[in-house]
């Protein structure tokens, strides 16, 4: 494994891994800007920065088995991270308490973890109710996934190189949704990009940059990345709203008026004199006239 994190960090420091690279940046960037709470994490990756746009108080950044790398003094396995190393942690064993992270940040995370599945259900264990999670991966059902297929293919026959980092199998944007399903997440925007072939120059990168726009058009699900922000659900939770929102609904709320009008052609509510033929002394004198 510690091979395949040095040759994953070797690829992005290739035009294609920089391509690869500014894409999920920006991607990261815009999720996070509007999650709000107090603690958040991101766990691998020190090439990206996943928490720098967010404004949550307490932020850590955590290593797994590449950051055991760098500390074992491997050749080429020191990349220059973006911000400090608060711990070293594997995916499938954070050290922090039940419901005590508001964002967990996981970019490429879950392909670099020898047991993906544990690696979510420690994130959901960790999360608080209503907390997201943003995972970032590589999709196989790419141009540049086929062409790491065709790779591996021709490799067996002992000619040809990888495009792409060995990571094994790479997991789809399908299957991961339906990980996530199972552990109780609701998947609340989704992303693909990164559509230009895989080539290898930064010449021929910048020639296909006409692919980017066309392929979010007309073909978005074979982008060679994927982005996806998760929420995590609690059935039967019920979120309790500030005092100051409950009390201005109430004083918003209609009341009732009783209506005092009275109602047309209804001898009931009619007035005395009307509802009678008229006052006492009307009567008093018809009276007088018949006896008379």
């Known amino acids: 494994m510690s091979d395949q994190i040095i040759g994953l960090h070797h690829w992005f420091d290739s035009p294609p891994g920089r391509y690869l690279l500014a894409w999920e940046q920006a991607r990261f960037d815009e999720a996070v800007a509007d999650i709000f709470g107090y603690h958040s994490l991101q766990l691998g990756m020190p090439l990206l920065d996943g928490l720098r746009a967010n404004r949550m108080p307490h932020q850590w950044f955590a290593l797994g088995q590449e950051g055991l790398a760098r500390e074992a003094g491997m050749p080429g396995a020191q990349p220059p991270p973006l911000r400090a190393v608060h711990l070293l942690a594997e995916p499938a064993a954070l050290p922090f308490a039940p419901a005590s992270l508001d964002l967990l940040v996981l970019p490429h995370t879950l392909e670099l973890s020898s047991d993906p599945h544990a690696a979510l259900r420690e994130v959901e264990r960790v999360l608080v109710p209503e907390g997201r999670v943003v995972i970032s991966g590589l999709n196989p059902t790419s141009l540049w996934g086929l062409r790491q297929w065709r790779a591996r293919l021709l490799r067996r026959a002992g000619r040809g190189t990888l495009y792409l980092p060995d990571l094994g199998e790479f997991i789809g944007y399908r299957r991961l949704r339906d990980w996530l399903r199972l552990l109780n997440f609701e998947v609340e925007s989704a992303r693909f990009g990164c559509y230009r072939p895989a080539v290898r120059s930064t010449q021929w990168l910048d020639r296909f940059g006409f692919m980017d726009p066309l392929g979010e058009k007309w073909w978005p699900i074979f982008g060679a990345a994927y982005f996806l ?64």
């Open 229 to 292: 922000v998760a929420v995590k659900r609690v059935h039967g939770m019920r979120l309790l709203e500030p005092a100051w929102r409950s009390a201005r609904q109430r004083s918003a709320a209609t009341v009732p008026v009783a209506n005092r009008t009275p109602a047309p052609h209804s001898a009931a509510r009619l007035p005395r004199a009307v509802a009678g033929g008229g006052t006492d002394r009307t009567r008093t004198r018809t009276r007088n006239r018949t006896s008379i």
